[in-house]
């Protein structure tokens, strides 16, 4: 099956690179219910719980997906997922929320930043693997309730709005440091974006100016949210 | 619609015990969901995480049948759990699990004590919410990964298995202390249980059976694991 880069997943090395990257989404879906369930616990209203737990069940699903995914191209999802599992990992330990709504603003900057990169590596799978995750990528109505809160409070308190920016700030930048090592370490994935000299994939200039776009569409949106980040 | 025990929903106060029923399940696969995405973080194992993660979903979609139905009925989920958010939480609160075992375990108890609760009172509702009580009782293998994994940690280590039956005990002891406070206060759901004088509903001394009975299963079940309750 050709792929719009002009890749086809009968070549070994570019099927070993989209079973990573799945293996990636996958758990980082995986640690979004984690995340999501643990700020649900912190939520002051029961409505927020159950549109939190929501939220969550619906991030486990998107993990089934994509870990069929791997299966489905012969992989083993817990072997695709884990060289990322640490890079996860690190990034929630390194960016612990310290109330509700910084965990809110955890969850919406974590799927956020998520659906960013979606759309980015879209371009360099192959097809069936593209519309899955494209379909992840459509499925994110389940953000406005966070998005509805973190507004409502910043409108309300202006302090908390500074913090709220200041978190905001370090959790994409983590995240950026965390991507960044897994590019330099993973050569599987990152084969599959970068160049490989026959004219296929990003080079390693295009590669920069996707974490660049990431960047720039995370400072939109926390502007968007009343916040300068 | 005439039920098993000859009461109807035109009957405001049967209607009124139902729907504090429903609410009283919904609440604790809220609670279920939330002691098993708990129990899930301390797993030592991806494979258990993410099976747990799955059980976990599972009581989600349920406690979204529960609280369909108590909008069904006409009544509002949140107004029919809130009688019961204290009892579950403090049964949580007063029986933390020291380790991944002891939370397994409460997992494992919690469901079935609720499953043989749900046994007992699908008898007293009307013959749609029977219907779903039963298919909610149905829906049991997700407890295999549970029951196979204390199965194991117990015929490996005697000595944690004395430290599981105790805390089993303490399990059932404040389930019980939490159900028969419960009871004691809530009219609308023991009205439904306890006879009201037309012969519908159970009497008191039904009502001690069934604690009696559910302690038994509960007892027979540890045994069965390979502890003596």
Redesign the interface.
Known sequence: MATSTGRDLADPSFRAGVVELCGALAYGE?VG??MI?HD??TAPR??D??AL??L??HE??Q?ERLSGRVTELGGDP?TA?APF?EGFDDWHRRTPAGSWLEGLMKVYAGHTLATDFYREISAYVDPETKALVEEVLHDTGHLDFAERTLREAISQDPAAGGRLALYGRRLIGEALSQAQRVAAERDAITNLLVDDGSGNGADLAELTQMFARITQAHTDRMEWLGLSA
Do not use: H, K, N
């Open positions: 995986l219910f984690f369930v649900a616990e029961l409505s719980r159950i737990a929501r969550a069940a486990l699903e993990y817990e997922m599992t």
